[in-house]
């Protein structure tokens, strides 16, 4: 079965605070995508990554930063956590060209104070 | 820009009763486009897509180009169908997958 694992499924950090969200998948895909999920603003792209050490921004990558060294691996970095990242942050990944199918983790609440 | 609208954020139906999940599409080329369903404590995943033209737990959705819409759709509503539904898009250019907002699904018994 495929899967893709967030580490934490709640943090809470302070304002401030630099946090790391870890997003790992065991399928060999090469595209892995960091997303906000936000009740009536839906799922809006921070970053994503189609290589090892490749990474593009998506439509609010203001505040976060991303690295993917290895392949299974793709992180999420807020530099300095603001109460407006204060989200549902979803992991994703897909074969390369075939984004018509996303395999979603199972998400991470943060709550930044 | 490519832009995926769901008007509806909550959709409240009782048992049995059809229901219509609206999306609508801003694409100028020729899009792809999908349901995902995100069920109470589950992962968000993929229910339909248009291109396979299928039936997915009685859910349907045809690509109407001239409307730009991908209403999903289905006859007879069940109880475990009460999810958050997302419209997405795939535009050839970017291969990004473009979500909408949502709609929330209630189905009463």
């Known amino acids: 079965d495929v899967k893709v694992t967030q580490s934490s499924r709640y943090l809470v950090k302070r304002t401030g605070e630099k946090v790391f969200l870890e997003c790992v998948q065991d399928?060999?895909?090469?595209?892995m995508f960091w997303y906000r999920q936000d009740p009536g603003l839906g799922l809006r792209l921070i970053y994503f990554?189609?290589?090892?050490?490749?990474?593009e921004k998506g439509d609010i990558p203001e505040g976060y930063s991303v690295s993917r060294e290895k392949k299974e691996r793709f992180s999420l970095i807020l530099e300095s956590a603001s109460t407006n990242q204060t989200s549902m942050y979803l992991c994703?990944?897909?074969?390369?060209?075939?984004?018509?199918?996303?395999?979603f983790g199972s998400g991470t609440q943060l709550s930044v104070l | 820009a490519q832009r995926v609208t769901q008007p509806e954020k909550l959709l409240s139906v009782f048992k049995g009763a059809p229901v219509e999940l609206k999306c609508n599409y801003s694409?100028?080329?020729?899009?792809?486009l999908f349901w995902y369903v995100q069920y109470s404590r589950q992962r968000l995943q993929l229910l339909l897509r248009?291109?396979s033209r299928e039936s997915i737990k009685g859910f349907t959705a045809d690509l109407n180009k001239g409307e730009t819409s991908f209403h999903l759709k289905k006859p007879f509503a069940q109880e475990e169908d009460s999810a958050m539904y997302y419209c997405?898009?795939?535009?050839?250019?970017?291969?990004?997958?473009?979500f909408g907002r949502g709609t929330s699904l209630i189905v009463h018994p």
């Open positions: 399928m060999d895909h090469e595209n």
């Open positions: 248009h291109i």
């Open positions: 994703a990944s897909s074969l390369e060209g075939n984004n018509e199918k996303l395999f």
């Open positions: 990554s189609y290589d090892v050490k490749m990474k």
């Open positions: 694409y100028s080329g020729s899009p792809e």
């Open positions: 997405a898009l795939l535009s050839g250019g970017s291969y990004i997958p473009t």
